[in-house]
């Protein structure tokens, strides 16, 4: 008596005696998204993508590190992990000989092979790796903004841009952490947020290995290798990245202000900055916040101001991780660890 081969579907565990059945199955669990998230209602084609979103959830993390005390909620983000500790880097770039512990980290490094890849915008130069990217440039330089803000009228190119910018208005923060209680305005600042309970960094430096969690810091790290970046000022040595900076701050020692306030007689190198100071004379505050009912004399303080509310911490320790609403703050906070060296 023959027995008829079964098929076992992994997803939902129904059975199949005929193969093309389970092959028509299988079919409908990608095309259909079977599964559902009980508590956010997303949908998945296999059960097993839900059971790793659920811990996105629950805070799951069942993946320890054996050398550290991380733990991660994915396998594969703690082999990734354990080459920080290893040092492997299985991902080799064919045409230089340079390996990278990841392979994301491998598919940009190529981009700096391959110049047929890139698309250069005509009118400034700047190249991007997509078209579609090289697209919504070129409409920043025409003004061309398919979206409007009901509030203050800035013209944006895409609806979610559009609408994480009004949440900067309205205060919501639809995003929260499901670690700690914070919450956050815009899914990548939550993202990078994340990476403070995680620990990972999946931003690399090429030259010395040295990983940081947001692209932003990394920016601000290579920038330290480069010898032809900085631009130092030949008087006092202090170190500028921009040349246009350099060149205002050299004015500062020459004495040679193109400004000046009526008020008091103080000189400026800069119209932006004079009427900012004119303003500490009026009282006038022309920037009010959207949520609250503060307003202040200098737009870079109302900005500062509004991560009160939208809880974001742009501003990141390469020492430690921690992460700081203002600028300022991070400096203070940058001494701590250079008192630690001395501290026997």
Same mark, same amino acid.
């Given at each position: ?163 994480? &910018?009004?949440?900067?208005?309205? $205060?919501? +923060?639809? =995003?929260? *952490?499901?670690? !700690?209680?914070? %919450? /956050?305005? #815009?899914? @990548? ?115 500062? &101001?509004?991560?009160?509310?939208? $809880?974001? +911490?742009? =501003?990141? *320790?390469?020492? !430690?991780?921690? %992460? /700081?609403? #203002?600028? @300022? ?16």
């Amino acid at each position: 008596m023959s027995i008829d081969k079964q098929y076992e579907c992994r997803d939902c565990k129904q059975s199949f005696v005929e193969e093309d059945q389970f092959t028509t199955h299988l079919m409908q669990h990608l095309d259909r998204k079977l599964f559902s998230c009980a508590i956010c209602a997303k949908s998945f084609s296999k059960n097993n993508a839900l059971e790793i979103h659920l811990r996105s959830h629950t805070g799951e993390t069942p993946f320890p590190c054996n050398v550290c005390e991380k733990s991660f909620s994915q396998k594969n983000n703690l082999k990734t992990h354990l080459r920080t500790h290893t040092g492997e880097t299985p991902f080799n770039c064919q045409i230089c000989g340079k390996s990278f512990s990841r392979r994301d980290m491998l598919k940009r490094h190529m981009w700096t092979h391959s110049e047929n890849n890139l698309f250069p915008c005509k009118i400034c130069g700047k190249s991007f790796t997509q078209k579609t990217t090289l697209d919504s440039h070129v409409q920043s330089h025409m003004q061309k903004f398919a979206y409007s803000c009901e509030f203050c009228s800035k013209g944006f190119m895409r609806r979610g841009t559009l609408e994480a &910018h009004i949440r900067s208005h309205t $205060g919501e +923060t639809p =995003f929260p *952490c499901n670690v !700690c209680d914070r %919450a /956050f305005s #815009r899914k @990548d600042v939550l993202r990078n947020h994340m990476r403070t309970h995680t620990g990972e960094t999946p931003f690399n430096c090429q030259i010395c290995g040295k990983s940081f969690s947001r692209r932003d810091v990394l920016k601000n790290h290579i920038r330290t290798h480069s010898e032809n970046n900085p631009s130092p000022c030949k008087i006092c040595g202090k170190v500028f990245t921009q040349k246009t900076a350099l060149d205002s701050h050299m004015q500062s020692h020459t004495r040679k202000f193109a400004y000046s306030c009526e008020i008091c007689d103080k000189g400026f190198l800069q119209r932006g900055t004079m009427e900012a100071h004119i303003r500490s004379h009026t009282g006038e505050t022309p920037f009010p916040c959207s949520i609250c009912d503060r307003a202040f004399s200098r737009k870079d303080v109302l900005r500062n &101001h509004m991560r009160t509310h939208t $809880g974001e +911490t742009p =501003f990141l *320790c390469e020492v !430690c991780g921690k %992460a /700081f609403s #203002r600028k @300022d703050i991070l400096k203070i906070h940058i001494r701590t660890h250079a008192v630690k060296k001395f501290v026997i």
